[in-house]
């Protein structure tokens, strides 16, 4: 094998991977009938441009009506913040990034939820006039 081969090899595979990762986070999840649930993960900006920045809330219940926590990661870019409203800055590269929250409630219940970001190419013709 050559080393372009090798080297489509381990892209195709670094795809399915990344692939069944996102999978895995593209629905809600729920380990309790009893658990907390999410009626929406909205960014404020579904678009934005590389190191642009929107924040993201999650609007959540806790069937019992107790508390709630929330705990957010993202597959690239940054997260500031805690609770139910974060800030996520783009990362320099274009393309859909996924933000997901999971939500706890007193009990130990959990529900998970993904909203997906675009981060956009810049027009060169309206940049810097």
């Known amino acids: 094998m050559n080393k372009r081969n090798i080297i489509a090899v381990v892209c195709i595979a670094v795809i399915m991977v990344a692939g069944l990762t996102l999978a895995a986070c593209s629905s809600a999840s729920s380990n309790s009938i009893n658990g907390p649930v999410i009626s929406s993960l909205t960014p404020?900006?579904?678009d934005v441009y590389p190191v642009g920045n929107t924040r993201v809330t999650c609007v959540a219940a806790a069937k019992d009506g107790g508390a709630?926590?929330?705990q957010w990661v993202?597959?690239?870019?940054t997260i500031t913040g805690?609770?139910?409203t974060i800030t996520w800055e783009a990362p320099k590269?274009?393309?859909?990034f996924h933000i997901m929250c999971t939500?706890?409630?007193?009990s130990g219940n959990k529900t998970s939820q993904t909203?997906?970001?675009t981060v956009?190419?810049?027009d060169p013709s309206k940049c810097c006039r």
């Open 82 to 84: 805690s609770g139910q």
């Open 68 to 70: 709630l926590s929330y």
């Open 93 to 96: 590269t274009y393309g859909d």
């Open 74 to 77: 993202c597959n690239d870019g």
């Open 115 to 117: 909203a997906t970001v």
């Open 44 to 46: 404020e900006h579904p």
């Open 103 to 106: 939500v706890f409630d007193s």
């Open 120 to 122: 956009l190419v810049r």
